[in-house]
């Protein structure tokens, strides 16, 4: 429950023209004021006793604790102050979307009748959990998919959502298939991203922003003599971040192994050989572009020739590395909220 706060009337009656001045001050200063304190437990929002919000000039003060059950409890809900017909009071009530910025109001305020709530303030406070309703495609307020290292950019005020995805890696090498005439195994494709989003409020004069860039693809193996095989998995995708939120970064994919080499073709030769070596493991140096470096798949050993003698192995395939800079790579999206 909220009660209003009456608000000075700038008469001077039995005062000084000095209490007018104050009065006028303090009016002024109240504007877009919110000392409530929401939290989410999981299953309500609760407000409790005590706090103050300004509403298109009229105060109110939370006089009694307020639970909001959250009809879903893994949607963001923001909390709509509804006054009362004759302004005397007001209630709270959830909604899924918050106003919009009103910088000479100093709040949020719905407009053109959203979600039933015209002209009335949402408070400075979001729940947990996610959008009732994704965006989809490129974001409003800021979109790049291309990779970059830092980029300083600056938000208009207000309620946004982010979306990061991390540069792609994590392909592994296929396996080599032995025997004669065997192939190459493919290198590995890096197709894996990891993502991460956040709702939060723009207040700050410049925000930071670092789009990962991909591993390239492996290449694909080496074929040992005439017989045995090796591959190559795909390098990993460097993290996205914005402000302190990170994708985190995506490894290297499996080198894939390299198939067994076939039997010798001469008379009584037993040369042949019984198994491949593994991939070589990858590694990440950290340079300016961040590369990274997929392990190169093992190579087959081959057969023993007509006359019993060995044939060696091809080796593995080299790893793939990250694409240069400028190239594709992760992505961060932005949506402006409200309304």
């Not at 409890?73 to 017909?85: E, G, Q, R």
């Not at 100093?106 to 729940?127: A, I, K």
């Not at 460097?238 to 939120?245: A, I, N």
């Amino acid at each position: 429950m909220l009660r209003q706060l009456p608000n000075p009337d700038n008469e001077p009656r039995y005062v000084t023209t000095s209490y007018q001045r104050q009065n006028e001050n303090l009016f002024a200063v109240q504007t877009g004021i919110d000392t409530t304190n929401p939290y989410d437990d999981g299953t309500n929002v609760i407000v409790p006793i005590g706090g103050v919000v300004e509403v298109n000039g009229t105060m109110y003060s939370v006089t009694s604790k307020v639970e909001l059950p959250k009809p879903d409890p893994d949607t963001a809900y923001w909390i709509a102050v509804v006054p009362s017909a004759d302004g005397s009071a007001a209630s709270f009530e959830l909604v899924t979307r918050p106003g919009v910025w009103f910088p000479d109001r100093q709040g949020c305020y719905f407009t053109n009748n959203t979600q039933g709530h015209n002209n009335r303030r949402t408070l400075n406070w979001v729940s947990r959990g996610t959008l009732a309703d994704m965006p989809s495609g490129n974001g409003g307020a800021y979109s790049r998919a291309t990779k970059i290292n830092r980029d300083i950019i600056s938000l208009q005020r207000g309620w946004h959502f982010v979306r990061l995805e991390s540069g792609a890696g994590g392909g592994d090498g296929g396996n080599g298939v032995g025997g004669i005439g065997g192939s190459a195994g493919n290198g590995g494709v890096a197709n894996n991203r990891l993502a991460a989003d956040m709702i939060f409020f723009a207040d700050k004069p410049f925000y930071n922003i670092k789009v990962g860039g991909s591993g390239q693809n492996g290449m694909p193996g080496v074929v040992g003599g005439n017989l045995g095989t090796g591959t190559v998995r795909s390098g990993g995708g460097e993290e996205s971040v914005f402000d302190g939120l990170s994708t985190g970064m995506v490894p290297p994919g499996n080198g894939g192994n390299g198939g067994n080499g076939g039997n010798g073709g001469g008379v009584g030769s037993n040369l042949g050989g019984r198994g491949s070596r593994a991939g070589n493991d990858g590694h990440i140096n950290g340079g300016r572009a961040g590369t990274f470096f997929g392990g190169g798949g093992g190579g087959g050993l081959s057969s023993g020739g007509n006359d019993g003698s060995p044939v060696p192995g091809g080796s593995g395939g080299n790893g793939g590395q990250s694409q240069p800079e400028g190239s594709p790579g992760g992505s961060c999206n932005m949506w402006l909220l409200g309304n």
